[in-house]
């Protein structure tokens, strides 16, 4: 499919109908995201679990929620974890309303994932970020700093990174195993 327009907003995103295809807006282009692999949704699914499990009360996992970072962009990290009490059927979030976000590495979205997207959570000022590379799984745990980037927003900095056990003083007290969450 072929977009004749680059101006899309977050309300036409809204207005997409719900069968529409798994889409993320970037500087108002409409971005078709590849289906993740079965490994990919293991990881994804596993995490999603131990957060579920291991969250205190004012906060939730989810998976695949679009977070809403311009007027012209929106990102759907593979799990989020945000403030509890939003309305259930809410499809697109604040960047105030994620405290973490994590997405999971995969051969066709290494460098969106790796450069891009970070760039784009520490923009838009969500406190946490987390990148977890398959094959063998590491996960790499990054807060947002006070360094300044080129374009004068803030950064990430990386607190964190093992393919055995990640130990987080927050955005709550971690202490994930790894294994937990291989496929």
Do not use: C
Request: aromatic letters at 8%; proline letters at 10%; a negative charge.
């Amino acid at each position: 499919m072929r977009q004749q327009r680059a101006d899309y907003t977050l309300e036409d995103l809204l207005t997409l109908p719900d069968d529409a295809p798994r889409v993320e807006l970037v500087d108002g282009v409409f971005q078709v995201t590849p289906s993740p692999t079965l490994g990919h949704q293991t990881i994804s699914s596993l995490l999603w679990l131990w957060l579920r499990s291991h969250a205190p009360a004012h906060l939730r996992a989810s998976q695949a929620v679009g977070v809403g970072l311009s007027p012209n962009t929106s990102r759907q990290p593979d799990v989020l974890l945000h403030h509890a009490g939003l309305p259930s059927d809410r499809s697109l979030l604040r960047p105030a309303d994620v405290v973490l976000a994590v997405e999971i590495v995969s051969p066709g979205t290494r460098r969106v994932d790796r450069f891009a997207k970070p760039g784009e959570y520490a923009a838009a000022g969500i406190p946490f970020y987390w990148r977890i590379e398959q094959d063998p799984v590491h996960l790499y745990a990054y807060r947002l700093g006070d360094r300044i980037g080129p374009g004068g927003e803030r950064q990430y900095e990386l607190v964190d990174d093992s393919s055995e056990v990640i130990e987080l003083p927050e955005p709550f007290a971690i202490k994930l195993p790894i294994a937990e969450i291989r496929p």
